[in-house]
């Protein structure tokens, strides 16, 4: 008995994909994936129509998907975050059918309700055996953690692995067992390793961003929070993981042993975990090659699934445990509301991912961006996407100020501890006027009128509607 | 927030617990075990009346679970095994409502399919922190393995950890998440590891049983079976172990180099491990403290839930690749059929554990017993319980003679090469015949009218039906 099958091809006959089905797929390999344009390239070679991508994350290296879609193979589009090439021409209208925007919690969390049911799931893995044990940390495209797959193999009617590298059973220190598993597919390659590195995972050296990282670290030690069993989540942003290596040094010079790092992992945050800033690291997918190695080789450096991570459906789930996350934004308004899905203009170019999740869970959200970008402010009236609801964001820190989100009495506390560390607190409506002042008013975008992306909050409810661009 | 709950009875309070319901324990403690006991004892005081108690084995150390049959308390009991105190009293007719029996792939098979559903689930726990996420691994009380408790975490309502070694969130190498868990409570201790220990684990020094032995591993050998990727599962018992011992020297000899060992894992399984025989160990229990330590230092011994090790709700499982496995009886009939739930008097005092899983799973099941025990003959015309169809079953292995199941024209050629091996090689009827003459033809045990248990197959059938001894 082996799970092995020759193709792809084969593997789709034997699952029984037909016209109008959802298929799903993970983004570890990020935009160093071949797996889902090799996957889609197969189906409509076999002439499959009208069927439903669920793509944890769509990056730049899955524009294919243009074609399958205007030529109808992929009449629905799912994802948690969407890069700006495919995010373009669906805010142009490419879909008649709006896109279906989760978080990661909320898709994994959609899955095990059963709200979002997955019919044949197809698991890009660096490493498996011939029934279907499977796991990111090893092999030639290892890519580390493959936590937003779990949801996918546990919950999908079918389930398709496709490795490059095929090893004797049993795979040892599996990740996805194999009685998830349908069929196993060996090809040449299923990823550029050098891709997970995409988008910016250096420290900034642009003194906005450093000021930006200057003052969020202090709102943290302001905070109170930074003292033993901190724990933290931060993005791959450069002005983020500058604030992660100011927080690290404050650690370490004071003595603070934290309790656990969590996300997307970068080398910044193993480094705090060799450093003993953490006791451990909760990894849901690795954002660069030393992150990659760190899980293979530190059991404190923990594969977790994206419901252990940030998900509603379980009983808990990391995000409930965290202290503090630092967020970014493209455009906050006056509710502390936060868009990360569209830029200014409207364009689709990004997603929750798990900002809104570890918003909702963390004790202190902040959200650090620059006052402007491209001569647009940061502040606005009312965001073109609310990607995270307002309710969940603490503070908002500019280069120019830092705004405490007082809404129904919550943060008082928080806001006279910042101005006591002469940090310079101020309210969103001056953040707005401040960037103003720099950027002029910026002209109200107006919208087109077709729907093309519906964004769902992590709890499954309609959180925004995101229009097409005139 | 924090699971943490001041005692066992605020978190069955918090549950919900009410009369009539499903609670479920899990066996790794073994005859060590406190947690079941403890439970029952608050649940006992707090006035509930009419469970069901599914608990995946009774050992002699749950002998107060026949008081809570007598007050009410316990109205219906389901396990995979059972011990010879509580079994007695069973067969004597205590409970009213039969007992059921599962294996140990189907019990967790049957959580998987809702068809054996679990209120609230109780998880021994060496480890755990606040959260819920929890190990067998590490503490005072480690017992290795938890796989059985899988099943009952992923799919009870309710699930409470019980931990006598609380540590600081997040547990490093979990093995259960903290999505399962509503509630975790601390408690002195949780058992006794030296109870881990119970029933034969030391290889016999019985000459009978190092006959029985020698053949068993010569079977193997002319099989054919042990080459290069060779896997195996053996029990605990003294001749299996032997049998181990010798398969483990043809190995070294031959410079085989094996695939797995499975199964509830002692010492000789390690020494196989460490020895180069095997790439890996699945090991869904320890049988002993050796099998602890190594799986907790060695990445290539495996933690692997009930479903993966023997399920057959999963896409495989374990059993499914498994070539070998040895196994015991406490009778066998003419159609190979094998009782392990009652001894040759009727009395329960077993069950089929990963028995029939294992028999139906492997390329060559192998039962390996005496030709009479107690001046009671091994061989029956029909056995008094059918714990494993025959038609899963290969060879019977005793120190006079091996039989080999031809039944449906199956196994002719393996028949062809034991006698090649010059190894004896008699027909079962003649087995029963020298059994006889040894011991001397049984009295026919009358059984009584009463039904005491119903012994499900690993897909939920009925297999059998166990009566009151008289």
Do not use: W
């Amino acid at each position: 008995m082996s799970k092995l099958v020759a193709s792809i091809q084969e593997a789709i006959k034997q699952c029984g994909l037909q016209d109008g089905m959802t298929i799903s797929f993970h983004h570890h390999m990020r935009n160093g994936d071949y797996v889902l344009n090799m996957v889609m390239e197969v189906i409509a070679q076999m002439g499959y129509k009208n069927l439903t991508v669920n793509a944890s994350s769509v990056f730049d290296v899955h524009e294919p998907l243009i074609g399958h879609i205007k030529n109808g193979v992929v009449t629905n589009l799912e994802c948690n975050y969407m890069g700006g090439k495919v995010g373009k021409a669906i805010s142009q209208g490419l879909m008649e059918n709006p896109v279906i925007f989760r978080s990661h919690g909320g898709r994994a969390s959609d899955m095990e309700k059963g709200t979002s049911v997955i019919d044949i799931a197809f698991i890009a893995a660096p490493t498996a055996d011939d029934m279907g044990n499977c796991t990111g940390k090893y092999g030639p495209s290892a890519c580390g953690s493959i936590g937003y797959a779990f949801a996918d193999a546990m919950n999908a009617k079918k389930v398709v692995v496709i490795t490059d590298n095929l090893v004797a059973y049993p795979l040892v220190d599996f990740s996805i067992p194999e009685v998830y598993v349908d069929c196993v597919v060996a090809v040449e390659q299923i990823g550029n390793p050098a891709g997970i590195v995409s988008g910016t995972t250096k420290i900034t050296r642009d003194p906005v961003g450093l000021k930006m990282a200057d003052y969020a670290a202090k709102v943290i030690e302001a905070s109170g929070l930074l003292k033993d069993g901190f724990s933290f989540q931060t993005g791959a942003g450069g002005a983020t993981l500058a604030a992660a290596k100011y927080i690290k040094e404050m650690m370490v010079a004071k003595g603070i042993q934290g309790s656990f790092g969590m996300g997307g992992i970068t080398a910044y945050m193993v480094d705090m975990l060799e450093s003993g800033c953490f006791k451990a690291l909760l990894d849901v997918q690795c954002f660069d090659l030393d992150a990659v190695k760190s899980i293979r080789s530190n059991p404190k450096h923990m594969e977790v699934s994206a419901t252990q991570y940030a998900g509603v459906s379980g009983k808990s789930a990391g995000v409930d445990s965290l202290d503090v996350v630092l967020l970014g934004a493209t455009q906050v308004d006056l509710d502390f509301n936060v868009n990360v899905h569209t830029d200014s203009n409207g364009y689709i170019m990004g997603g929750s991912g798990g900002h809104c999740d570890t918003a909702a869970g963390s004790k202190l959200a902040i959200i650090i961006a620059p006052l402007t970008r491209a001569r647009l402010p940061l502040v606005v009236e009312h965001c073109l996407c609310v990607s995270t609801p307002g309710k969940t964001v603490d503070v908002v820190v500019t280069q120019r100020g830092i705004a405490v989100n007082t809404a129904g009495g919550k943060n008082v506390e928080l806001k006279q501890k910042l101005k006591e560390a002469k940090l310079p607190v101020v309210e969103i409506s001056e953040l707005k006027k401040m960037a103003e002042e720099i950027a002029g008013v910026p002209k109200p975008v107006k919208m087109g009128e077709k729907v093309v992306a519906k964004v769902l909050y992590r709890d499954g409810t309609l959180l925004d509607t995101i229009y097409s661009v005139k």
